[in-house]
């Protein structure tokens, strides 16, 4: 499967003219390091990196890739706060198990949804 993150590796000269196009066109760019399937892979995989990643994620989508459309977006989500964990490795291993999970339901309920789409054969 080709995904965009692949297209940006085999890409590089073109991904300023395609991010200049897709805000033309959808009017927003998200780098392929914060879209979902990249976040949930990390939090499958435990990575210890994931937190600094989402608020990476949130810092971009609400400066960069929007413009100033969602500005403030995410100011009220707080990944440092000791309500997930006292420690960065205990904060980062909650958010993984909470994003694992959320994925977990979400891919489940595509295939089920694409079951149930599918045409009968008679």
């Not at 976040?39 to 994931?50: F, H």
């Not at 960069?64 to 904060?91: M, Q």
């Not at 994925?103 to 045409?119: E, H, Q």
Request: proline residues 3%; positive net charge.
């Amino acid at each position: 499967m080709f995904t965009v993150e692949a297209w940006h590796a085999h890409n590089p000269d073109d991904v300023a003219e395609f991010e200049k196009q897709m805000r033309r066109k959808v009017h927003y760019v998200i780098k392929p390091e914060y879209l979902w399937t990249s976040i949930a892979n990390m939090a499958r995989k435990q990575k210890g990196e994931l937190l600094d990643t989402l608020q990476a994620g949130f810092k971009h989508i609400q400066n960069d890739s929007f413009e100033t459309t969602f500005e403030g977006l995410f100011s009220e989500i707080d990944l440092a706060s000791p309500k997930l964990g006292k420690t960065y490795a205990d904060r980062n291993a909650k958010l993984c198990g909470i994003i694992a999970a959320i994925d977990k339901v979400w891919r489940s309920s595509r295939r089920t949804a694409t079951r149930w789409a599918m045409p009968m054969n008679t």
